[in-house]
């Protein structure tokens, strides 16, 4: 009822143009809010047989052992004992003290090394350094000298939450604090201070190599391949927008595609911000506003085809109501104008895909180069021409009249259903479908740029053109 009330103003008679599909996709996202139902929420099935949970249960057991489970265990346990040997080279009563800072705040997960090493070491100084002027206000007032710890267990809780310091920085901070406050009978406090110093960038020292023998591959490097995994997710996720077909299966696809998207998403921007932190020493300096600018386009393609999954899901819901003959000519007119908008951004993506593995132009150029004289003096002629045409990349004028054209079959569909509900869910439905493909074809055009400038920081020698470089990939 109160949708109905919602959508009573919309005026289904006026010629739908694409000046109106902003106004018609604000109008289908308040639609989304005030839904009693979410289509999104699935009951569970609580009465599955215990057989399929006892499998669940050791698929999951199996899955814990594995490289990616045991590799950090390997690498602490390593550090670890690198660490008590060196320090203990040092200074065998102090050893144990090298070790602690490996051990504090220790992730599973890949995380900037230097960038941890350095707010470990911070913290770890500033911590000292405070509790050594803790012993020498209190030195007269020993049974008291803990008041000290008050203020400072404050501040480290404020470090903690920064993005400065964080978990490791803060935690460090506060240990080294504790240490030199809470011994008592230890010999001096600044002498035992210098050495737990010393200690800790043993620690640490230790902790780096292992990371660097372990994991050799810069985040920077890792960055261009998880760049090509997600692009190819995003084009895989573009690729199952459909309206024909099966709706559970099409819808189904849609959603896999588009998690395993945001995972893709999620681990590039880990990488990036990894590699923004990581020191640059003798290789190129990293580009992170470039990836940054790339990582929002991503963003918002995935808020696109979020939306447009909510459009086909709706869209699917109301066709049940309608004639199955219309429906049927209704899909087989507007697919077609959908598969070239839809075929417009996979391809683009495809050639960004292909065009983001290109580690040097230079080599490419030597490769196309060689390969052509080959082909010359074998065949007496080249055989290999490369035209820089806009192969794999949208023709705007085209993506304009393509939409036009569905917003006009759209018009012309819904005149032929008699029910108003029904046709102001369509045309609501398949106008948002539009727009959104219309923002995936803009954010392309971001994501293009995005590239070539990644693309002409690492070759500044050589004027990028991407569509010279895709055509040189295929003609080799």
């Given at each position: 009822m109160e949708n109905k009330k919602f959508l009573q103003t919309l005026q289904t008679n006026t010629r739908i143009t694409p000046k109106y599909l902003p106004s018609l996709f604000f109008v289908f996202c308040l639609k989304l809010l005030i839904q009693t139902k979410s289509s999104s929420k699935h009951a569970l099935n609580h009465d599955s047989p215990k057989k399929f949970v006892l499998s669940k249960i050791w698929q999951n057991s199996v899955n814990t052992i594995s490289k990616k489970r045991l590799m950090p265990a390997f690498k602490c346990a390593l550090s670890l004992g690198f660490a008590v040997l060196f320090g203990s080279i040092y200074s065998k009563e102090n050893a144990i003290w090298s070790g602690l800072p490996v051990a504090i705040s220790f992730a599973s997960a890949r995380e900037a090394t230097f960038k941890v090493a350095n707010i470990k070491a911070q913290g770890t100084v500033l911590g000292t350094v405070y509790g050594v002027i803790g012993c020498?206000?209190?030195?007269?007032?020993?049974?008291?000298?803990?008041?000290?710890?008050?203020?400072?267990?404050?501040?480290?809780?404020?470090?903690?939450?920064?993005k400065m310091y964080g978990q490791a920085g803060g935690v460090s901070a506060?240990?080294?604090?504790?240490?030199?406050?809470?011994?008592?009978?230890?010999?001096?406090?600044?002498d035992f201070a210098i050495a737990r110093i010393v200690e800790t960038f043993i620690g640490l020292s230790c902790s780096i190599m292992v990371d660097i023998l372990l994991q050799p591959t810069r985040a920077s490097v890792l960055v261009k391949s998880q760049l090509s995994k997600t692009l190819r997710a995003l084009r895989e996720c573009v690729g199952s927008i459909k309206i024909t077909g099966s709706s559970s299966g099409k819808l189904v696809i849609l959603e896999e595609s588009l998690n395993k998207l945001k995972h893709n998403l999620n681990e590039l921007g880990k990488l990036i911000e990894e590699a923004d932190v990581?020191?640059?020493?003798?290789?190129?300096?990293?580009?992170?506003?470039?990836?940054?600018?790339?990582r929002v386009s991503f963003s918002r393609m995935v808020d696109f085809l979020v939306f447009g999954g909510h459009a086909i899901r709706l869209l699917e819901k109301k066709s049940e109501k309608m004639e199955s003959k219309i429906w049927k000519e209704a899909v087989v007119k507007l697919e077609s104008d959908?598969?070239?908008?839809?075929?417009?951004?996979?391809?683009?993506?495809?050639?960004?895909?292909?065009?983001?593995?290109?580690?040097?132009?230079?080599?490419?150029?030597?490769?196309?180069?060689?390969?052509?004289?080959?082909?010359?003096?074998?065949?007496?002629?080249?055989?290999?021409?490369?035209v820089n045409q806009r192969s794999g990349f949208f023709d705007d004028d085209e993506m304009k009249e393509s939409e036009i054209s569905f917003l006009e079959k759209l018009s012309g569909i819904v005149g032929d259903i008699t029910k108003e509900e029904v046709k102001n869910e369509v045309i609501l439905s398949l106008s948002s479908l539009v727009f959104c493909m219309d923002g995936l074809l803009r954010e392309s055009k971001e994501i293009e740029k995005g590239i070539k400038e990644i693309l002409q920081w690492e070759n500044p020698s050589v004027q990028v053109d991407l569509h010279g470089i895709v055509c040189k990939m295929h003609a080799l």
């Amino acid at each position: 009822m109160e949708n109905k009330k919602f959508l009573q103003t919309l005026q289904t008679n006026t010629r739908i143009t694409p000046k109106y599909l902003p106004s018609l996709f604000f109008v289908f996202c308040l639609k989304l809010l005030i839904q009693t139902k979410s289509s999104s929420k699935h009951a569970l099935n609580h009465d599955s047989p215990k057989k399929f949970v006892l499998s669940k249960i050791w698929q999951n057991s199996v899955n814990t052992i594995s490289k990616k489970r045991l590799m950090p265990a390997f690498k602490c346990a390593l550090s670890l004992g690198f660490a008590v040997l060196f320090g203990s080279i040092y200074s065998k009563e102090n050893a144990i003290w090298s070790g602690l800072p490996v051990a504090i705040s220790f992730a599973s997960a890949r995380e900037a090394t230097f960038k941890v090493a350095n707010i470990k070491a911070q913290g770890t100084v500033l911590g000292t350094v405070y509790g050594v002027i803790g012993c020498f206000v209190f030195e007269k007032y020993v049974k008291i000298r803990f008041i000290s710890l008050l203020p400072w267990f404050i501040f480290c809780s404020f470090l903690r939450q920064s993005k400065m310091y964080g978990q490791a920085g803060g935690v460090s901070a506060v240990i080294g604090a504790v240490l030199i406050l809470g011994r008592k009978d230890f010999g001096t406090p600044s002498d035992f201070a210098i050495a737990r110093i010393v200690e800790t960038f043993i620690g640490l020292s230790c902790s780096i190599m292992v990371d660097i023998l372990l994991q050799p591959t810069r985040a920077s490097v890792l960055v261009k391949s998880q760049l090509s995994k997600t692009l190819r997710a995003l084009r895989e996720c573009v690729g199952s927008i459909k309206i024909t077909g099966s709706s559970s299966g099409k819808l189904v696809i849609l959603e896999e595609s588009l998690n395993k998207l945001k995972h893709n998403l999620n681990e590039l921007g880990k990488l990036i911000e990894e590699a923004d932190v990581e020191p640059d020493f003798w290789f190129l300096p990293f580009h992170s506003s470039c990836y940054g600018k790339l990582r929002v386009s991503f963003s918002r393609m995935v808020d696109f085809l979020v939306f447009g999954g909510h459009a086909i899901r709706l869209l699917e819901k109301k066709s049940e109501k309608m004639e199955s003959k219309i429906w049927k000519e209704a899909v087989v007119k507007l697919e077609s104008d959908l598969k070239v908008l839809r075929d417009a951004v996979c391809s683009g993506i495809k050639c960004f895909e292909e065009v983001s593995l290109v580690k040097s132009l230079a080599v490419l150029e030597r490769e196309y180069e060689k390969r052509k004289s080959d082909v010359d003096l074998e065949m007496g002629k080249s055989e290999i021409v490369c035209v820089n045409q806009r192969s794999g990349f949208f023709d705007d004028d085209e993506m304009k009249e393509s939409e036009i054209s569905f917003l006009e079959k759209l018009s012309g569909i819904v005149g032929d259903i008699t029910k108003e509900e029904v046709k102001n869910e369509v045309i609501l439905s398949l106008s948002s479908l539009v727009f959104c493909m219309d923002g995936l074809l803009r954010e392309s055009k971001e994501i293009e740029k995005g590239i070539k400038e990644i693309l002409q920081w690492e070759n500044p020698s050589v004027q990028v053109d991407l569509h010279g470089i895709v055509c040189k990939m295929h003609a080799l």
